[in-house]
Nanobody, 117 residues
Framework: QVQLVESGEGLVQPGGSLRLSCAAS????????MGWYRQAPGKTRELVAS???????NYADSVKGRFSISGDNAMTTVYLQMNSLKPEDTAVYYC???????????WGQGTQVTVAS
């Protein structure tokens, strides 16, 4: 079992920046994708960004050019740098790690990001 611990939550003004971090409690060799989902009130959870152990990244169209994801090759830490934040980015952000061997995700507890003036 792996625990994911997130940090970096906060309140920021529109146009501001925030950096989220997620650390895994231990290394599992079969985890090869880590990333972030978010869920706003009354909306379904959506994928924000992901990164593979080989460095390939994927972004939701709504955050392309504003957010940047990075992680270590060992898939124990992942970061989400969020720039030019908008009120519609307000949501609870969840870190996840996909275990290819178990074909299942591990999830963090969620961290609140609020963009408001």
């Amino acid at each position: 079992q792996v625990q994911l611990v997130e940090s970096g939550e906060g309140l920021v003004q529109p146009g501001g920046s925030l950096r989220l971090s997620c650390a895994a409690s231990r290394n599992i060799f079969s985890i090869y994708v880590m990333g972030w989902y978010r869920q706003a009130p009354g909306k379904t959870r959506e994928l924000v960004a992901s990164v593979t152990s080989t460095g390939s990244t994927n972004y939701a169209d709504s955050v392309k050019g504003r957010f940047s994801i990075s992680g270590d090759n060992a898939m124990t830490t992942v970061y989400l740098q969020m720039n030019s934040l908008k009120p519609e980015d307000t949501a609870v952000y969840y870190c996840y790690a996909f275990d290819g061997k178990a074909s299942s995700n591990y999830w963090g507890q969620g961290t609140q990001v609020t963009v408001a003036s």
